[in-house]
């Protein structure tokens, strides 16, 4: 929920809590001015307090409203003013729930004060064109106020949708460009590393070869420090780039691929089950690209470093958080290789890309791999300018 979104509802909230602090207080000061069933009428209006602040107050607040109306239906067999006017609110406020089974709620309590009335009916001889009367215009205010909410619940899921896609799009866009960034330091260093390994490379070889023909101790002597202080060189670079991948990154590949990069393993020999447990197609596509690595590199070392050529990948997603767990039967002689491996820390470094975290654990014969990325919520992305509301 953005911070427009939670601006709005605490709106709406701040409105039905004046709503119905206000309405209660009148219809008191109206049974003191000699209203009848001014009691009833209060204790709906108070209950309107319930309302705005979260799916479960509104619907909370309906019921108490349609139950309320629905006793006093029965007790008194007439219309309520001003509380049965509050039924066509009620009924919105069922139809506006997000959750498709609660909407429909709100048409089976609109039945409950109908019933009411025609108890009374059968039990106090109502006439029967006035309790026809009295339940034709409660049923044409709630499932009206029914259809009104219906409609503008529909209006606001569409809205909440379309501003979640734009706050991923968002998100992406800024990964995608950390993302770039750190492909271009990674070719910048891959050149240098390249560059400055061939030239002392050649430094090496040639103060190796100068102390084979050098006749002087002391020349042999020099020659020996300038390949030592070449080879030392070497490995300094070597171990200050080591956490840099070697491969370049593709960022083509996604969701949709992850099919055919199972195929591709499968038909390399490794026997792969793989389970997609929830729908990606609201995840961005650099996310999708982040999944694809992380599942590339770990099914690349159970083909390499596994007992058997078998491997289980399982990915999971909800609102909250995108999980990929990926585990293969290894041998407790390959186990220190395979946890020691530039991979990994490749892995956990695409994971961070995406606000994510890779763990690992390996025991009773098997290597489990675990990366978790957070699906940021419309609030969680960052912090927004309030004036953009």
């Known amino acids: 929920m953005g ?5 709005n509802d605490r709106e709406t909230a701040r409105w039905f809590l004046g709503l119905g602090l206000t309405g209660s207080l009148l219809t008191c000061l109206w049974g003191l001015a000699g209203l009848d069933d001014w009691a009833w009428s209060s204790a709906m209006l108070l209950t309107l307090c319930l309302a705005g602040r979260s799916e479960a107050g509104d619907m909370l607040s309906a019921m108490v409203i349609t139950m309320l109306s629905a006793a006093h239906m029965a007790v008194a067999g007439s219309f309520l003013l001003p509380g049965d006017i509050l039924l066509p609110l009620a009924m919105a406020l069922t139809a506006v729930c997000s959750h498709e089974g609660c909407r429909f709620i709100g048409l ?26 009295v339940s034709v215009a409660v049923l044409v205010l709630e499932y009206g106020g029914w259809l009104i ?27 995608h460009a950390e993302l ?26 040639q103060a190796e070869s100068g102390g084979t023909v050098a006749v002087d101790k002391e020349e042999q002597e020099i020659f020996r420090s300038i390949a030592g202080i070449a080879r030392q060189s070497i490995g300094d670079i070597r171990s200050l780039l080591d956490h840099i991948d070697s491969q370049p990154v593709m960022p083509e590949p996604g969701f949709a691929e992850l099919s055919a990069l199972i195929a591709r393993f499968r038909a390399d020999g490794l026997h792969v089950a793989f389970a997609n447990d929830g729908p990606t197609n609201d995840l961005p596509p650099g996310l999708g690209l982040s999944v694809y ?7 690349t070392n159970a083909l390499r470093y596994g007992s058997t050529p078998t491997a289980l990948a399982v990915l999971r997603h909800n609102n909250r ?17 395979a946890s020691t491996g530039r991979g990994l820390e490749a892995m956990r470094q695409r994971c961070r890309q995406y606000d994510g975290d890779l763990t690992y654990h390996r025991g009773h014969g098997r290597f489990v791999v675990m990366a978790r990325w957070r699906i940021p919520s419309i609030s969680g992305i960052q912090e927004r300018d309030e004036h953009v509301c």
């Open 3 to 7: 911070i427009c979104e939670q601006a």
């Open 108 to 133: 089976v309590l609109g039945l409950f004060p109908i019933l009411a009335l025609w108890s009374r009916v059968a039990w106090h001889d109502m006439p029967t064109v006035m309790a026809t009367a």
């Open 149 to 175: 909410g219906l409609r503008q619940g529909h209006a606001r899921r569409k809205w909440r949708q379309e501003h979640r896609r734009s706050e991923l799009l968002e998100w992406d866009y800024k990964r």
């Open 180 to 205: 770039s960034a750190m492909e271009e330091r990674q070719r910048i260093t891959r050149e240098m590393h390249d560059i400055l390994a061939h030239a002392l490379t050649a430094i090496l070889i």
């Open 293 to 299: 690595r992380v599942l590339e590199e770990s099914l």
């Open 321 to 337: 958080d995108l999980t990929l767990t990926v585990e293969n039967p290894i041998v407790e002689k390959t186990m220190a290789l």
